[in-house]
């Protein structure tokens, strides 16, 4: 059985950093994305932040990030971070990791909640001074 489990969420100030983790079980394709997506406190909807796989070419981020955030794996394939730099208040939210073997047509991974089928619990991250 397939499970997703982060970690790392937290308390922060604006301009602080946080290191996000999700760890794979039972999930040993290794050609599978996974995503971090985040739930803002006023909204329901999720938001793609960033997505990546082991055989991808690279990371695909979402808009706002800007450069801010890096999703790396390691060489296990199984545990998946995401280093979050230059926090803003507008980051706060519930950060959840998921997984899927869908991929977009250039081989990269998909950022669209409908694309994933896994998703973990997830981890809190707020920003406030």
């Known amino acids: 059985q397939v499970r997703l489990v982060e970690s790392g969420g937290d308390s922060v100030q604006p301009g602080g950093a946080l290191r996000l983790s999700c760890e794979a079980f039972?999930?040993?394709?290794?050609?599978?994305?996974v995503a971090w997506f985040r739930r803002r406190s006023r909204e329901q909807w999720r938001e793609g932040v960033a997505?990546?796989?082991?055989?991808?070419?690279?990371?695909s981020y979402g808009d706002f990030v800007k450069g801010r955030f890096t999703m790396s794996t390691d060489n296990t394939t199984t545990k998946f971070e995401l280093q979050m730099n230059s926090l803003e208040p507008g980051d706060t939210g519930l950060y959840l990791c998921a997984a899927t073997l869908v991929r977009n047509d250039d081989g990269s991974c998909p950022l669209a909640v409908t694309q994933y089928r896994f998703w973990g619990q997830g981890t809190q991250v707020t920003v406030s001074s």
């Open positions: 039972g999930y040993t394709n290794t050609n599978r994305c």
């Open positions: 997505s990546l796989s082991p055989v991808a070419p690279s990371a």
